[in-house]
């Protein structure tokens, strides 16, 4: 025992010596001070329109991650996609809501199991509010697992999870659960740090140093839809600080399937989608990017020499 | 005893010499040599482009008739279209089969509750091969009550039940189970006389005068698409005979998610379904039904006027 804690101390104190409290950046391989930004799709698997897009995103423009809904109808057609390119950085957007009008699906666990989670034609609850109303934390975290076995079923090799609106960050209970599920499987969590003041808790009494909180997380606001997303997009780009950002977006086409989907919602729509995929599919993206030293990394990087390491 | 043959006996003698063995026609109130035809839309339910089409070749053109497929990701966009249209003719396109390549659905049961009905991912057997080898009629029952109760759930009214890819229709017990259902909820079941050739069975014995039997099917085959939908229907309409038609088409736009849908699949793919739509909801196929002296008729009006009465 003794000689346990006095392994632990010279192995502390080495390490602090080393200045091995390393940033992000030194831990993933980049200079001290260097931008780095995730460009992450959401939303895979909900629709052909937009595995479509989000594949020509990825292969073609300056997306470098994206996350796939295992529950959602399309979900073949995207782990056929994740089994042909292995490279690809996909991971899991854990969905626990269905929130288009005409368009639903519920959870991959069987019903009884999971009752707090399904409406009553056993489609996941609209609004996360619900969700918070009815779901426990153990469903929440069957559900969690489930869905990342499903994954594998399908070949899919993830290599993150992070929260389909939100909805498995939405109380501490099931963050706590969100998060041990990740350290079960080996999976980065997606932990925004903008958590703490939402829920009032502390992420880094919660994790351990496998784990890596994003510090800027970017998105745009119906606000910025408004008033044009490339001005948005191009702005934020500029501003972007040292440290990981991480800038969430979702790319789809405005095509009569999205169109339906997203029916009576402008909000995150598919013209919203289709303006996505032009400004993160084009050539200025690329430049601007470019021109402002910004590396645009993976969750995959982060999986492998961070939370496996 | 003997009072009840007696009876019968009166009662039988009576139908025969007052010629109460009506036809179709007569009891739905036709002339006697009428030329009967449904015009029927199947596989609604199954994607925005097919729900969307065969709205309007209902709406506009000269379809009749439609089924919905329960356990389908647009379920909820074409009940939404049932509750707000309570005349539109739509029966249950009862499905034990999920065909397509990257877009896949399961029994609405529990998937305990029919295990010889799933394959190894919770999805239906992409062939009726496959629910022949595995299925039992018990679960095929269940099923089908199951997708029954679902679709009031979702506040339709179903006018008929009909087979996706003639799975109900592929084993005697099978029938059986499905004849058994429709008696049960008094929802006439569609039942075409080429079974007896194909199950070896009599249809007859295993019916009521409350059931029809359609003694003439047409539907387009890979061929006919290949030489051409427009020349295949316009000949077959003119050689409708007197009795009842049941005309079988699939309409849908060959639009990016249906092309999707039906990828690596010719036969019944996204094309052939945009052929349908066009022809049906054209201006010469309303002339041709009228100049040849055909009746379009609906499945409600055998429900109400025979199942039911």
Redesign the interface.
Known sequence: MKRGIIIFLISFCWCVTNGQVKSIQEKLGYPKNAKLVIIHADDLGV???EN?ASIAAMEKGSVSSASIMIPC?????IA?YAQSKTRADLGLHITLTSEW?????GPVS???KVPGLVN???FFYSSVDSVLQYATAAEVEEEIRNQIKRAF??GIQPTHLDAHMGAVLSRPDFLKAYIKVGHDFRIPVFLPRQLETALKIKLDSMITDKDVIVEHILGASPEDFKRGMKNFYTKEIKNIKPGLTYLIIHTA?D???MK??TIDHDAWGAAWRQQDFNFFSSIECAKLLKQNNIYVITWKEIRDKITRQ
Chains 1, 2 share one sequence.
């Open positions: 629709s052909h329109s479509s109808p399309w979900l073949s057609e056929a009008k005409y368009y639903k699906w069987p019903q009884a009553k034609n056993g079923q399908f086409y095509d009569a399937e339906a989907i």
